[in-house]
């Protein structure tokens, strides 16, 4: 990675653009400020590995280009939050890359960039920002913890079932018996966007498509938002994108790589490796405007490949999601997100799904007060498939301003 970024700015030669005597720097911010009304589950539903939350009560974003030359540039965020827990390293907070121009023209572009990238997957991300998302939450499919560790293997299909629905931070994991690490993380979510990977990638655009292939350190559901790999495998993504007419663009994307952690290997059998064992995952978006109308969603299916399970585990994914502004500038935004496991067998004879099903609807206004100023009042209800579990709601007043 070191080589490869060495080599981009001996490309550049560092040289400043046209009319500049150095380099072009920009810093600006995004602050959010939460107020909410919630039940103690509503809000730990929406808890992040970091001990973060989008629904917490204030949180600051600071962004920082570099232009050093007219191909080259650097791209840095760091996200500041009293809720989170001081012992996570500044590099989870941190996100930069460089980008280096091959050429740019109207009809066709290609980039390449190094060093923490944004998620390699879908359509949402670019949409995560408060300014940007037209709720506060994410997509399930997006950071919702499932009971699956990378650095702990289930016994078998009775252990993995005994902990369904501990896959959240707080959710009183006792361990799996199957072997690996004591140290008691989150779960794995289909795709964790809120952490960065280190890696490098192709993107651009041709005519009517969009493309990036991108090779990480991580995986899409434990990306390695930390210098330092947890196995010697690599992860392949790929994502084709359609513009076929105007407001209208559809989208498909690939992941492939090894997720489990170093932890785990002594449990392993003779003679297998952590790299046999593959995450694989298939999506697809599609988003139309018209007007003042938007829609959009995403489907997605993950494979988990897991030693001590005879098949492999696999989860749906999915989002949609619709956006109206009025002619006073009022938005009212809607989104239903939902995930649903696989069967297998249990110790009756009889099957059942390896993890709990989760539903989530949320919808708000939001309403722009004042130039780089908006404010959203946002409801949030979440409902697991678990006997007994009562729905979790959360209502938040949200303002948040880019300066």
Not at 215 to 228: E, I, M, W
Not at 342 to 351: A, F, L, P, R, V
Request: charged share 20%; hydrophobic share 40%.
């Amino acid at each position: 990675m070191k080589a490869l970024l060495w080599g981009m700015l001996l490309l550049a030669g560092l040289q400043p653009a046209a009319g500049q005597s150095g380099p072009v720097r920009q810093v600006n911010a995004l602050s959010t400020l939460n107020l909410n009304l919630a039940d103690r589950k509503g809000l730990e539903g929406n808890k992040l590995r970091r001990g973060d939350s989008p629904f917490d009560n204030l949180q600051l974003t600071l962004f920082g280009d570099v232009v050093f030359a007219p191909r080259l540039a650097l791209f840095t965020q760091l996200l500041i939050d009293p809720s989170s827990r001081a012992s996570q390293s500044l590099s989870t907070y941190l996100n930069s890359y460089l980008r280096y121009t091959v050429f740019s023209r109207p009809l066709a572009d290609l980039h390449l960039q190094a060093g923490k990238l944004p998620t390699p997957f879908g359509a949402f991300g670019p949409r995560a920002y408060q300014d940007k998302n037209p709720l506060v939450g994410l997509p399930l499919m997006y950071h919702y913890f499932t009971s699956l560790r990378a650095n702990q293997l289930p016994a078998g299909n009775a252990d993995l079932l005994a902990h369904r629905g501990q896959g959240q931070v707080s959710s009183g994991f006792t361990g799996f018996k199957g072997g690996g690490s004591s140290q008691l993380f989150a779960g794995l979510p289909m795709i964790y966007e809120p952490c960065w990977d280190f890696g490098a990638e192709a993107i651009g655009s041709l005519w009517r498509f969009e493309y990036l292939v991108a090779l990480t350190q991580g995986t899409l559901s434990d990306p390695r938002s930390s210098p330092g790999d947890n196995n010697d495998g690599r992860q392949l993504a790929a994502r084709l994108g359609l513009v076929p007419s105007t407001g209208l663009v559809l989208g498909a994307s690939y992941a492939r790589g090894p997720y489990l952690d170093r932890a785990v290997a002594p449990a392993l059998k003779a003679g297998k490796e952590l790299e046999e064992y593959y995450q694989k995952v298939i999506g697809a978006d599609a988003e139309y405007s018209i007007h003042r109308f938007k829609v959009m969603g995403e489907a997605a299916i993950i494979w988990w490949e897991v030693p001590t399970i005879a098949e492999d585990l696999k989860t749906s994914g999915f989002y949609l999601e619709g956006n109206y502004t009025l002619r006073s500038r009022l938005r009212a935004a809607l989104r239903y997100s939902g995930l649903r496991f696989s069967q297998i067998d249990d110790e009756t004879g009889g099957q059942a799904t390896w993890d709990y099903d989760v539903d989530r609807w949320e919808a708000g206004l939001s309403y722009p007060l004042y130039e780089g100023v908006l404010g959203k009042l946002v409801w949030q209800h979440t409902r697991l498939d678990q006997p007994g579990a009562a729905g979790r709601e959360v209502l938040t007043l949200q303002i948040n301003s880019s300066f």
